[in-house]
């Protein structure tokens, strides 16, 4: 049975009205437009001068242990390696959840999800009641702007509360008719991986989701036309190149699978959409070969690369323009991507590694002296970090301690609820927490049973050390139950009424089901 779309188009129109959005100036003709949207925040007076600049990246759908930067065998991030001379590499960073929505949730409000509950999909919504870093940033004077290319990073999930300025692709204008142009140049005359591949035999809609080049644009266009030149500014920028559909220029696809023809033709046929190797993997019970799985990551990889490049050509220009050393540039990522490990794909259905082990890459040398941090720290300590490097109170006394100072971070993650089901595997149907101490890590399901792993040694958490390590285990369960207790209870406000599920058709709920969000 066809499910239902979850329901954001006509959610779009009841927050725009209730938010007060007003079009403004398209990018290239100065002409109000459709497709960026001036929020009204509250914004304080400008900050001292001198105040550095903030610019938060986000490399959706990220796994670290894929990167150059981290040990990845194959040259994924050369540009990311070279900029991380000056910056700080955390080489264990966890985020706080395995899915977009709850994770950047984390990100923007310094809370666990099982604190800010921002973790449905079928009805998204991030609870007003959380001040997030764009509020705080733009009440302490700063700035504010977003591109994001994912939907459940919005305006219609509130993610975005706080930002002045959101250059938006989901809406028809110049930013989406680049972005789709810049994604279609990349597709592949062979492939059938995907339903937006040319030679899928049920091809559906292309999604603006390869807009590394146009956030580039962009952005320089808001610094230089549209932001308020007497404030330092705060940027997000959430990139989609890593996401499904993966569709990889021609460049980056000849780097990762030029050296294998057969290889590099498999990775045109092999399935690669969400929901069907759900469907044929946990529901058919049909996994994929390891030469299926080593071309699906030939793709992957390839989008790192471009990731790297697009970055690198972004950060470039801002120091060309003699912004980079002024500003503190945050590059993470919300979660990663499962490719067979466990019997998983995509990112659902667990805590592993592979779902919550994430870049983050802080480059600051005025504030935090470059290196490297083998301590396992938490993605949620990246907004107190940010507010202690302006040297602004947080505005909460929950968050954890800035990166500055001592470690180790509290590092938990958590899955609340898994955002589809797979029909005959109950062990799907499990809500997930994952405690981390120096290099163990336990997982503890809603259904009593536990896992122990040593991820420094083991970080593919391929051997359980529950049985050789019962006091560890039982002691590391112990303060999971602590900390799920000192959680506050989540207590929602009132917030717009958002429309049936079934009264929506297109726009968005599209959107999302050419991502592998919604299920056709």
Known sequence: ?????????????VVLVLLGLVAVRSWNSGEPGPETLVLSPPIGEPPPSGSPNVLFIVWDTVRADRLSLYGHDRPTTPWLETFAEEAVVYDQAVSASFWTLPAHSSLFTGLPASAHRAIN?????????????????????WDTYAWSTNPYVYVTTNVLQGFATVDDPMREGPWRDKALADTERCLHPGDRSSKASPEHPERGRLTPKNAGETIHVALVDWLEQRRDPERPFFAFL???EAHTPRLPCAEARETMLGHDPELAELALSTVADTHRLHRQTLRQG??????????????YDATLLELDRKTGALIRDLESRGLLDDTIVVITSDHGEQFGEHGLFNHNFSVYQSLVHVPLVIRYPR????????????????????????????PRDDLLPSLRESLPNEAVAELIRPHSFAKGRKKLNRAYRALYEGPWKLIVANDGSRELYDVASDPRETTDRSGDQPDRREAMAARTE??????????PTARPELPSRDELREGLAAELEALGYVEP
């Open 1 to 13: 049975m066809k499910r239902s779309s979850p329901p954001l188009l006509l959610a779009l129109l």
């Open 121 to 141: 999909r079928r009805d998204p919504w991030l609870d007003g009641q959380f001040t997030t870093l764009a509020e705080h940033l733009g009440a302490g004077g």
């Open 238 to 240: 959430n990139y989609m």
């Open 286 to 299: 049909r996994p994929l070969s390891e030469r299926q799985i080593e071309a699906i990551l030939g793709v």
């Open 367 to 394: 504030g935090m002296p470059p290196g490297r941090v083998a301590e396992t720290v938490s993605t949620r300590a990246v907004y107190p970090t940010v507010l202690d490097l302006l040297g602004l109170e947080p």
């Open 482 to 491: 602590t900390w799920r207790e000192s959680v506050p209870e989540f207590v």
